[in-house]
Nanobody, 123 residues
Framework: QVQLVESGGGLVQAGGSLRLSCTAS????????MGWFRQAPGKERDFVAL????????AYADSVKGRFTISRDNAKNTVYLQMNSLKPEDTAVYYC????????????????WGQGTQVTVSS
């Protein structure tokens, strides 16, 4: 059983930056594909980015390409989401998640989830 804990959320002005972290325990972190998702009030949970177990493959939602960067440090069991040029529409609860099926963009493929961290971008 994998446990995930996110941190790094907060309030930031439009154009600013935040770095989210997600630390895993209870499993072999390096064998999992890690994903970031976000959910705004009244909306579905949407894919943001993923990174393969080897860190050699990443994927991003079109809405964050060129602004967000996902990375991982397998020695620290941690995945990061660097968010730059933030916009008010990036406001959401951000979740990290883990699965072993490779490049999957749907939340249903991820059996392990963190509790989420709030990101609020003011205009």
């Amino acid at each position: 059983q994998v446990q995930l804990v996110e941190s790094g959320g907060g309030l930031v002005q439009a154009g600013g930056s935040l770095r989210l972290s997600c630390t895993a325990s209870g499993g072999t972190f390096s064998s999992y594909t890690m994903g970031w998702f976000r959910q705004a009030p009244g909306k579905e949970r949407d894919f943001v980015a993923l990174i393969a177990w080897s860190a050699g493959s990443t994927a991003y939602a079109d809405s964050v390409k060129g602004r967000f960067t996902i990375s991982r440090d397998n020695a620290k069991n941690t995945v990061y989401l660097q968010m730059n040029s933030l916009k008010p529409e990036d406001t959401a609860v951000y979740y990290c998640a883990a699965q072993k099926w490779g490049s999957r963009y749907q939340a249903e493929w991820y059996p392990y989830w963190g509790q989420g961290t709030q990101v609020t971008v003011s205009s």
